[in-house]
Antibody
Framework: QVQLQESGPGLVRPSQTLSLTCTVSGDSISSGDYYWSWIRQHPGKGLEWIGYIYYSGSTYFNPSLKSRVTISADTSKNQFSLKLSSVTAADTAVYYC??????????????WGQGTLVTVSS | DIQMTQSPSSLSASVGDRVTITCRASQSISGYLNWYQQKPGKAPKLLIYAASSLQSGVPSRFSGSGSGTDFTLTITSLQPEDFASYFCQESYRTPWTFGQGTKVEIK
């Protein structure tokens, strides 16, 4: 059974960098069948895709966040990470990591972490 | 970005009812449409992918249809555990975008 688990500080000061890690079990992030992604959900709102990393190390980010986002992977630990710089209160959200299954040309988020609330406040 | 618009934003229904939720894309996305269910405090759960393919383990009372710009999620015979929010998501082109959600409440 594939499991994803987010970890990181729940409180970040304005202008600082938000850092989260997703630990994957039951699957290898080095598998070429998947992308590994971050998604966030503002309180009481909809979902916003942040970006993904592929096993090759290639990344793609939502243009709305691209200038502030870094996604990296540590295959030895089977983890991938998110860094979001220069945060403001607008970045307060529940952050999810998720696996993107790409098969037969179809892509979908098939496994999700439980989510972690990150609050930006002084 | 492709805009995804769901309707209604919320609905009230009773156990046993047939429920239909629609999702409209701002441009054609072929069949690149996924549906998710989210319960309070939980992560979204994949229900339908490629517009009409049922994810493994999802009850058959859930079905999806549509192509191009207009899509539908149908729940036949609503069950108590189906009261939740539902989101559509396009996977046609990055940045992948989601609908704003439809909350299904108990009447």
């Amino acid at each position: 059974q594939v499991q994803l688990q987010e970890s990181g500080p729940g409180l970040v000061r304005p202008s600082q960098t938000l850092s989260l890690t997703c630990t994957v079990s039951g699957d290898s992030i080095s598998s070429g069948d998947y992308y590994w992604s971050w998604i966030r959900q503002h309180p009481g709102k909809g979902l916003e895709w942040i970006g993904y990393i592929y096993y090759s190390g290639s990344t793609y980010f939502n243009p709305s966040l691209k200038s502030r986002v870094t996604i990296s992977a540590d295959t030895s630990k089977n983890q991938f990470s998110l860094k979001l710089s220069s945060v403001t209160a607008a970045d307060t959200a529940v952050y999810y990591c998720a696996r993107v299954l790409y098969s037969s040309g179809w892509r979908r988020f098939d496994y999700w972490g439980q989510g972690t609330l990150v609050t930006v406040s002084s | 970005d492709i805009q995804m618009t769901q309707s209604p934003s919320s609905l009230s229904a009773s156990v046993g009812d047939r429920v239909t939720i629609t999702c409209r894309a701002s441009q054609s996305i072929s069949g690149y449409l996924n549906w998710y269910q989210q319960k309070p405090g939980k992560a979204p759960k994949l229900l339908i992918y490629a517009a009409s393919s049922l994810q493994s383990g999802v009850p058959s009372r859930f079905s999806g249809s549509g192509s191009g710009t207009d899509f539908t999620l149908t729940i036949t015979s609503l069950q108590p555990e189906d009261f939740a929010s539902y989101f559509c998501q396009e996977s046609y082109r990055t940045p992948w975008t989601f609908g704003q959600g439809t909350k299904v409440e108990i009447k």
